[in-house]
């Protein structure tokens, strides 16, 4: 009898598998794509040309994950960007904007369009580090589960340590950055629009909303709790695209015992007395398993895999207002040669950044409303990457592959129209960069539903389901449940529809092993 089955192979599948089986649980993963590695995949597009499907930049994954699972030894390795990001502002010669490179170097470059915001920088920096440092304390703490009793209490109380030992100014700081709207954060600091611009745009990653949405200053601080290389808030590139880390995590988990059936799509989850106890394949096969462990978000859990009267009303209730949906639409181009912006034409490291062309807060607004109102953007927000410049593996000599990620796209835009808003993404990369165009041989478009259709994210929701303060922490997926443990007997959730949500982190399939580990009595494994 196997000890658990976990329905999904993403990453946090992957970490809660290798954790489970090293302390000699029998695992098996079934994973309904061919391959395992949800989001963070590397496949090839065009022939010739690969690259990271969707999730495609790393700095959250944690650290003890990545040591526990050996990952560095089994080859896992990180590029560092030079310069964090770039900015093209116009078309202007030099109307543009570099982060990173040091904060000496960044202050320079702030300071040609503020040396307010330049002074403010270090602060900034601070404050950003210290808030980033109550997260981070968090990322590996099953949350309490508020109907545990005292002993939940406790627990509350002590993970809240963090946050009560930090000075007062430091707690107001942290609140503003949980409830309020990146634009409010954003103008107590800056009063330059590309700096502001520059800062922002983590706030509407995966986030279907506007830089005045409140709440949306926390969706940025989610993008700064990670490190690469042990440089905190720093963002790399994995060698291999993203796929690289699912791949050496699923090593890891089978040389731990684990087994990992791709092409094996979960159904139904079989239940029997208010107890988990198994799962039927497509196809009809049934397996069994003494508990059940969900790495599929929440919502594609309960609302296909579970048939909803073995739920409590209450929790069914609180499943169906959990909000989920990104406007995110993810491209990847090959590229005959590199790209050329009008502001900055010559090579460089910029271009080697995470180059963000979304110049001011307002035009990030702009773009969510032309989503709201018409389904895609006219201008959207887009983010390239161009990791065949630091990584050789990924496409033919002299040839390059780009990431393109994108906001905002309605999940629901009809296919009918989908090509339109290809077309606004294209047309927006062309008019900083002229030519680029021509320079495209392939593409590979995914759409909030294209991604809902590959890696079953539900309305294409990059993190499983919105990162908002009703959604984090104790309530992720929703209050009560928020310890990995579902009200169902023996049913588990593992990715990240639980804490600390999305990102490719390892910290929910690391957290959800340990809860069950936990839970586990002396006479059943
Ligand atoms: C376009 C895009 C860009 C992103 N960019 C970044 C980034 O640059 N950096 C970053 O850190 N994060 C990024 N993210 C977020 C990150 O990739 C996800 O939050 C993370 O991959 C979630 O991991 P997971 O293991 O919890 O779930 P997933 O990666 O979603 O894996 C779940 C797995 O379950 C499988 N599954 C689902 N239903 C079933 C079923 N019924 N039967 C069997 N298997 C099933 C799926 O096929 C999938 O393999 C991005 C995500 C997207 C979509």
């Known amino acids: 009898m196997l000890d658990a089955i976990i329905i999904g192979g993403g990453h946090n599948g992957l ?19 061919e391959i395992v590695g949800g989001a963070a995949v590397t496949e090839e597009f065009a022939p010739g040309f690969r690259n990271s499907t969707a999730s495609y930049t790393v700095s959250l994954l944690q650290p003890k994950v990545i040591a526990d699972m050996a990952l560095e030894r089994r080859g896992y390795r990180v590029i560092e960007r030079q310069l964090a990001n770039f900015l093209p502002l116009s078309r202007a010669e030099g109307d543009c904007l570099r982060l990173g490179g040091g904060l000496a170097a960044t202050q320079t470059e702030i300071a040609r369009l503020s040396q307010k915001d330049a002074a403010a920088l270090p602060e900034w920096y601070a404050m950003l ?15 309490p589960n508020v109907e545990g009793g005292l002993a939940a209490m406790i627990d509350a109380a002590r993970q809240a340590r963090g946050l009560a030992k930090l ?9 503003a ?15 330059s629009d590309a700096v502001k611009a520059a800062f922002g745009f983590d706030a509407v990653v995966g986030n279907y909303a506007s830089p005045d949405t409140p709440g949306s200053a926390y969706v940025l601080l989610h993008h700064v709790f990670g490190e690469v290389n042990g440089k905190q808030g ?15 995590m699923a090593e890891a988990a089978r040389e731990a015992g684990a087994e990992i059936v791709t092409g094996t799509p979960v159904e139904q989850v079989l239940v029997e007395r208010e107890r ?11 397996v069994r398993a003494r508990r059940v462990i969900a790495n599929c978000g929440p919502l594609p859990l309960f609302e296909r895999l579970i048939p909803g009267e073995h739920l409590p009303a209450d929790f069914a209730l609180a499943i169906d207002r959990f909000k989920a949906g990104s406007g995110s639409l993810r491209m990847n181009v090959a590229l005959a040669g590199l790209p050329r912006f009008a502001c900055l034409p010559e090579d460089g490291a910029h271009l080697t950044a995470g180059i963000i062309m979304a110049p001011s807060l307002d035009y990030m607004g702009r773009a969510y409303r032309d989503a709201r109102e018409q389904g895609f953007s006219q201008r959207p927000v887009v983010e390239m990457l161009i990791p065949s410049l630091v990584d050789d593996s990924l496409a033919p000599e002299g040839k390059h592959v780009a990431s393109l990620f994108c906001q905002h796209c309605d999940p629901e835009l009809p296919e009918t129209r989908e090509q339109d808003a290809v077309e606004a993404v294209l047309e927006t990369v062309e008019h900083f960069a002229p030519g680029f165009r021509q320079l495209v041989s392939h593409q590979q478009v995914h759409t909030p539903r294209a991604l809902e259709a590959k890696f079953g994210l539900a309305r294409g929701d990059i993190f499983h389901g919105r990162m908002s303060l009703d959604q984090l922490w104790a309530a992720r997926p929703a209050l009560g449940a928020g310890n990995y443990r579902m009200p169902l007997k023996d049913l588990w959730l593992c990715g990240a529809g639980t804490h600390p949500g999305g990102g490719v982190t390892g910290a929910p399939g690391h957290n959800c092993a340990r809860a069950i580990l936990r839970s586990r009595k002396w006479w059943r494994h």
């Open 177 to 191: 950055m949980f409830t309020r709207s990146a634009r409010e954060l954003l103008d107590d600091w800056f009063e």
């Open 276 to 286: 988990a106890v198994g799962v039927r394949l497509a196809g009809g096969e049934e």
């Open 234 to 248: 720093s963002w790399g590139h994995v060698v291999g695209g993203m796929g690289r880390i699912t791949q050496l």
């Open 15 to 33: 970490a809660c598998a290798f954790y489970l089986a090293r302390a000699g649980l029998k695992v098996r993963i079934h994973e309904a794509r």
């Open 129 to 143: 580090e210290r808030v980033a440092g109550v997260l981070r304390s968090l990322a590996l703490k099953i949350p």
């Open 167 to 175: 000075p007062l100014g430091a707690q107001r700081e942290a609140l």
